[in-house]
């Protein structure tokens, strides 16, 4: 490669051989061609699934654009992600999982509307199809536009952006940060909120993406990891929650549904009444809290 190409496509990929494929082929495949894929075996080297993730990739692709770094120990997702950040040459940065794919023009879209874009806009987003076990297909499309700091802070199951639809300035990827490393789980959400800090987010309206059913459990979904997410980003967004007691409420309760599910009903409570002292007319307090109190 003679030059520095526009985009550079992160896939962090870990005990997912016969998936990561599928993936890789969809960024070859992107109707946006100015692009390195580097993809980032987190599965330790020598390992039989590093070996089998080498074998797909070698294996099934011969193409110039395609980077293959190896780490000597698995890191986790989140350093994962750093390491194709690190290598990156892109002005721009998307990320992909390995058990998700994406439609041929998602790139092209993406590009055309952050060259048009203010400077203060890091992240152009999309919409995505989420394909159900039994068949069925659901549209989600963004919902959070512009300085959007605030609606992620009270995020309640509204659509926050997706790691896999997201094209990221470097620079404020950079700026922000990148990803922390030491969080277990909701690292891609403590990332937003540091982007959201500094930069603005816009969107392509319309799905350009696809959340697999066959995707396997993440080491993310555990119950103590979620918990440790929480108390970790609750610590960092201290400031930002100060002056936004009703963020600070819905947070607190978010909170303690995620203690309870971890079975820490005391201090699930704790966090309950926190958060009820906070904003006490909100509705899902009040209907959560009789849920939470029978326990």
Known sequence: MHRSPRVSVVIPSYRRPDLVGRALRSVLDQTFADLEVI?????AKGTAEQL???KTITGQFSDERIRYIVNDSSKGGAEARNVGIRHALGEYVAFLDDDEDWLPEKLEKQVIMMDAAEKDVGVIDTGFFDWKKNGAVRTVLPKMQGWILEPLLCKTGGRAPKLSTMLCRRSALVKAGMFDAALRARQDYDLYIRLARDFRFESVKAPLSNKRTDARARISGNPGNIVQGYERIYIKIQDDLASRPRAHAVYLLKYAIALASAGKAGEARKKYFQAFRLWHAN?????????????
């Open 39 to 43: 993809i980032v075996d987190d599965n």
């Open 52 to 54: 089998a993730t080498e």
């Open 283 to 295: 509705p899902r307090l009040i209907t959560y809290g009789i849920k939470l109190l029978r326990t």
